[in-house]
């Protein structure tokens, strides 16, 4: 079976950010996030720094083009899969507010300016086809696309209570899932970040492909 262009092009891209991915977490994250100083400079910080992963998660969800790797690293890695999916979680709804309120009140126009115009093309996609059902599978599966689902709903006519105890529930579900799964790994060991990241990654992807399959059928009835 031969392979489109495009097919080829996606392949190559995924292919190239997850090598470089590698080599930075391999060269740089793991050795600092690992590393005594770095967890004691973590412990000193006490309380804010919860503070700085909420905040630091919650701006990466507000403005795109801001990886969010980092935020989930080291919340898990110096706090635990405990508290730190906690922290992501609080972090998320933060986030979900923030977003929905910029769409609604600010339109199309901002969103654009904050996600860029390859990332408005996700969004888009979302606008297009609205419901509480959606907005339900889609923030149960579309971990790895969150932001976008959040612009999306506050372009679309839910309403904002609705949308808000969605998310509530469906993120909570999503994060409880995830620490059950993930209770038993040493996140302070470079085997346990890379499978950490690995299934972030992975997943993120497949359940990314099967929410844009699902949209395109809805579209399509």
Known sequence: MKLSKKTTLQIFKITSV??????????????????????????????FGYFI????????????????TPGVLLGTTVYGIKKGMFLLYIASLISAVINFWISRRFG?????????????????KFTSVEGKRVLL???LFGFSIFEFISYAAGLTNISFKNY????????AFTNIAVFLLFRNVDFHSEAG?????????????????????????????
């Open 18 to 47: 997850v090598i470089l991915l590698y080599i930075l977490l391999k060269i740089i994250l793991i050795p600092l996030i690992t590393s005594p100083q770095f967890i004691d400079f973590t412990a000193n910080l006490g309380f």
């Open 53 to 68: 992963v909420i905040g630091y998660t919650a701006l990466s969800h507000v403005f795109a083009p801001l990886a969010g």
């Open 108 to 124: 199309r126009k901002l969103v654009l300016k904050l996600v860029g115009e390859k990332a408005m093309k996700e969004v888009d």
């Open 137 to 139: 599978i889609s923030r």
């Open 164 to 171: 808000f105890i969605i998310t509530v529930i469906a993120n």
């Open 193 to 221: 970040i890379m499978i950490w990241i690995g299934s972030i990654i992975g997943t993120g992807i497949i359940f990314g492909l099967f929410i844009k399959s699902y949209l395109i059928r809805k579209k399509d009835l």
